[in-house]
């Protein structure tokens, strides 16, 4: 008789379930249970308390920095002046990237002409004007060749003769007495404004809700347990945080990064998200930071001149990063149900254990497996009744 005539019409809506042999073996049970309790404190401990698995993640955070410093300080040049954070700060539009001179090598008083080059540049030495190559530039150097070798006194040797600004730039370290010394004590202002899209959620590193606020701002100054979330900054500080002295990086100049954090859990109030800041140096002890400026003005005869300055100070990037966290009930499913799927290994090793590893383990085979013969012809039940309940201990 064919399979459709046997099977009920309605067979498509019968359920299937799975015939379970209870061992009573209390070695093998109490593997099972610490193998539960393992897989049980791994989803709370490790997935949810620790990991946070629970929670969606949004690790990309929109920021802008608006930065704004403030101070004076006496400076050595040759128009003894004082200078404000418009002479010092490079760039002028208070960014995320900030330049703050300390230290300077000042050449004074340069008007376009013809001079010697600097014997020091290898571009430039000659024995003939032939070696002066006219409208060439010197590589490395101050100005264009005109085309002369200029001899020096008493030798065969000379140097090209350029067209530039005139006298060239001088060289070497820079004087340490030139050190702008109040510099430690400039502050900066760091106003940042962050947001997490995927949460819609947006915040400031800076409350401006009252004159409270306004007050309090003018009075302090961070610091990492007085002051955690200040927004106002020594310089002296941050360096000094660093590990790096900041006299002795006046003089040179360094690179330093202001570090700013932003893990929020949003399944807290708004006044827990609060960023963190952390300061590091990036680049090592020796290498410095600086570039040239040059300040512009006419003599008392109306000639155009300049006084060049190379200027040596510290270089700030600040760098903002973070994470927001909130509950999510499809990660707090898929969790618990990808955990918990562990479950059935702990089963499979059990039965591996029952099955093959056991001084008993063909009377387990026989209670666990039923076997039919292909041409038995009578119905499992009849062919194997139930017997009575068998105990043993290993």
């Not at 897989?39 to 709370?44: G, Q, T």
């Not at 800076?206 to 990492?224: F, G, I, P, T």
Request: charged share 25%; net charge positive; proline share 3%.
């Amino acid at each position: 008789m064919a399979w459709w005539r046997i099977r009920h019409p309605l067979f498509l809506f019968d359920y299937t379930t799975v015939k379970y042999v209870v061992t009573q073996n209390r070695k093998v049970g109490l593997l099972y249970r610490i193998f539960q309790l393992t897989v049980m404190a791994y989803l709370i401990g490790w997935v949810f308390i620790e990991k946070k698995q629970y929670q969606a993640k949004d690790d990309t955070v929109e920021s802008s920095v608006l930065t704004k410093f403030k101070g004076v300080a006496s400076v050595n040049t040759t128009d003894f002046k004082i200078w404000g954070p418009e002479d010092y700060v490079y760039p002028k539009q208070g960014e995320d990237f900030l330049f703050i001179i300390t230290n300077f090598i000042e050449t004074p008083n340069q008007e376009l002409g013809n001079c010697s080059e600097k014997s020091s540049i290898p571009d430039a030495n000659c024995t003939k004007d032939e070696d002066c190559i006219k409208e060439e530039a010197v590589r490395a150097g101050n100005g264009i060749k005109t085309g002369l070798c200029l001899k020096t006194a008493g030798g065969s040797d000379g140097i090209c003769e350029i067209k530039g600004w005139c006298p060239t730039e001088k060289h070497g370290k820079p004087d340490k007495a030139t050190v702008l010394r109040q510099a430690e004590n400039f502050t900066l202002y760091i106003r940042n404004f962050i947001r997490f899209s995927k949460f819609n959620f947006s915040k400031s590193n800076v409350k401006l809700n009252n004159s409270d606020d306004y007050l309090y701002l003018k009075s302090c100054l961070y610091d990492q347990i007085v002051h955690p979330y200040c927004p106002i900054f020594r310089l002296g500080d941050i360096v000094n945080k660093t590990g790096r002295n900041f006299q002795e990086s006046a003089i040179m100049g360094g690179s330093f990064g202001i570090m700013i954090d932003w893990s929020c859990d949003l399944d807290k109030e708004d006044s827990h998200c609060n960023p963190h800041y952390s300061f590091i140096s990036l680049g090592s002890n020796t290498t410095g930071f600086n570039f040239r400026i040059a300040e512009y003005s006419n003599d008392a005869e109306g000639k155009k001149q300049r006084t060049l300055y190379k200027v040596f100070g510290i270089h700030l990037q600040i760098i903002v990063f973070g994470t927001a966290r909130k509950f999510n009930i499809i990660n707090t499913i898929i969790n618990i149900a990808s955990v918990l799927t562990l479950m059935t290994a702990g089963s499979f090793l059990c039965d591996i254990i029952l099955l093959y590893m056991m001084k008993k383990s063909t009377f387990y085979r026989d209670s666990k497996f039923e076997r039919i013969a292909k041409n038995d012809k009578e119905s499992p039940a009849k062919k194997m009744p139930e017997g009575p309940k068998r105990k043993f201990s290993l």
